[in-house]
C-alpha cells in the first residue's frame, strides 16, 4: 500500500490521477474523497412514489431512479433506502490499484458508504460511486469528506479495466441487466 509521500510522488508524476486534488486529504496511507452534491434512489414504479423507501429491485432490467441534488444545508438519510452517490474527485491509475473504503468518522455516525464494491480496477477512470445505506437517520452533506481511497502495487502482467462503468460521470445505477444472463452460451 502506498504511503503520503509515495501517494504525492505518484500524483506529481502522473501515475496516479486525482481530480481535483487537494494535498490536505492525504493521510498517513490514503487518499480522502469527498460526496458529490447529487443522490440516487430507486423508484418504486409500481406505486409511483418517489420518496425513497424499500423497493423492490430486478437485477436483469434496468431500473429507474430518482435524482435528488443535496441542499446546502445538507439531506437527512433514512435506514432501509439504497442511496446511491458518488465521489467529486475523478481518478485514475494504469499501473496501482486502488480500493476504496468509508472513513471511521463516518462509520461512527452509522453510514455505510459501500455495500460490496471497495475496489477500484486499475485503468478505471472516472467518479467513484458510492452504495450508501444508515442505520438511524442522518444528515449528510455534499463536499464532507465520505471516504478514503488506498493505492497499492500489483503483481503481473496489467490489463487495464475497460468496462461498463468505465469514464463515469458522476454517481451511476447498477448496468447489471447488461451482463450475460446465467445459463446463455457465446
Known amino acids: 500500500m502506498l504511503t503520503r509521500n509515495s501517494i504525492k510522488k505518484a500524483v506529481e508524476a502522473g501515475a496516479i490521477e486525482i481530480l481535483p486534488y487537494n494535498d490536505v486529504n492525504v493521510g498517513p496511507h490514503s487518499y480522502d474523497v469527498t460526496l458529490q452534491n447529487r443522490l440516487l434512489t430507486y423508484v ?6 418517489f420518496r425513497p423507501k424499500c423497493v423492490a429491485l430486478d437485477s436483469r432490467v434496468d431500473n429507474p431512479t430518482y435524482t435528488t441534488v443535496i441542499p446546502d444545508d445538507g439531506i437527512m438519510l433514512y435506514p432501509n433506502t439504497l442511496y446511491l452517490g458518488s465521489t467529486i474527485e475523478h481518478i485514475f491509475s494504469p499501473i496501482y490499484g486502488c480500493q476504496f473504503d468509508g472513513r471511521s ?31 438511524h437517520p442522518v ?10 481511497i488506498s493505492f497499492f502495487p500489483l503483481v503481473g ?16 445505477s447498477s448496468k ?9 452460451v457465446l
Open 44 to 49: 418504486d414504479i409500481q406505486n409511483d412514489s
Open 105 to 135: 468518522s463516518v462509520g461512527r455516525l452509522g453510514i455505510s458508504t459501500h455495500q460490496c464494491a471497495g475496489y477500484v480496477d486499475v485503468g478505471f477512470r472516472g467518479n467513484i460511486t458510492l452504495e450508501i445505506s444508515v442505520i
Open 139 to 148: 444528515r449528510i452533506y455534499a463536499g464532507m469528506r465520505i471516504g478514503q
Open 157 to 172: 502482467q496489467v490489463t487495464l479495466y475497460n468496462g461498463k462503468y468505465q469514464n463515469a460521470e458522476g454517481v451511476e
Open 176 to 184: 447489471m441487466h447488461r451482463d450475460k444472463p446465467p445459463g446463455e
